[in-house]
């Protein structure tokens, strides 16, 4: 198994306050992912990173950002939380750029009140 | 545009019986990339097969099989003899965009194996 944690694990926040999740891997992948799944959607993809400071936006990105600091951690903010942003966020990795099989964290489920 | 659909919602079974799990996905591109995930109760994503446009062999590993067709822009999933453990939801996904990172996935289909 790729080794990829998520913390927390579990979150719930109030409207309006921001939030970070943080995506931390052991495996020295460069490419790393911010997904989150809803009923219906399957998985859309929010930001993604090539690269230690290297990051773009995907298909579900306003509200968000992101930053990568460290080749092993990639983290993720709300900057203003709400109730639309409740969902169950994974990270994910590759070894080589795309089209690279991925492979996910064990997610992170946020619920914003 | 790319899309990926998973027609069933849900199925249900029963311990041995064989199931298919359909994939049918759209692309103008002739290069692309399929794959399937497993998501269990427990909640994490499972990677399970990737298959590239150019090879249309089927894949076989244990009691997972993949039927590959592009001409009718399918990628079926079979478990053969299905168990208790099979029961997930099972997400197909697809890459066509050398440029981007963008994997689509489908809405999945929640399978459950009955005893």
């Known amino acids: 198994d790729a080794g990829i944690t998520q913390s927390p694990r579990h979150k719930v926040t109030e409207t309006g306050t921001p939030v970070t999740l943080r995506c931390h891997q052991t495996e020295n992948h460069r490419y790393m992912y911010w997904y989150r799944q809803d009923p219906g959607h399957g998985l859309r993809l929010i930001h993604y990173?090539?690269?230690?400071?290297?990051?773009d936006k995907g298909e579900v990105s306003d509200g968000y950002s992101v930053s990568r600091s460290k080749t092993e951690d990639f983290l993720l903010t709300l900057e203003s939380a709400t109730s639309s942003q409740t969902s169950v966020y994974f990270c994910?990795?590759?070894?080589?750029?795309?089209?690279?099989?991925?492979?996910f964290g064990p997610g992170t489920r946020l619920t914003v009140l | 545009a790319q899309k990926v659909t998973q027609a069933q919602t849900e199925i249900s079974v029963v311990e041995k019986e064989d199931v298919t799990l359909d994939c049918v996905y759209e692309?103008?591109?002739?290069?692309?990339?399929l794959f399937w995930y497993k998501q269990p109760p427990s909640g994490e994503l499972v990677f399970l097969i990737r298959?590239?446009?150019?090879?249309?062999q089927n894949e076989i590993s244990g009691r997972y099989s993949w039927n590959f067709q592009k001409s009718t822009s399918s990628f079926n999933f079979t478990i053969t003899a299905s168990q208790v453990v099979d029961s997930a939801v099972y997400f197909c996904a697809l890459r066509d965009d050398y440029n981007t990172d963008k994997l689509i996935f489908g809405t999945g289909t929640r399978l459950q194996v009955f005893p």
């Open positions: 994910a990795i590759s070894e080589n750029p795309p089209p690279d099989t991925q492979y």
């Open positions: 990173s090539y690269g230690v400071k290297d990051t």
């Open positions: 692309t103008r591109d002739t290069t692309y990339y």
């Open positions: 298959r590239n446009s150019f090879d249309e």
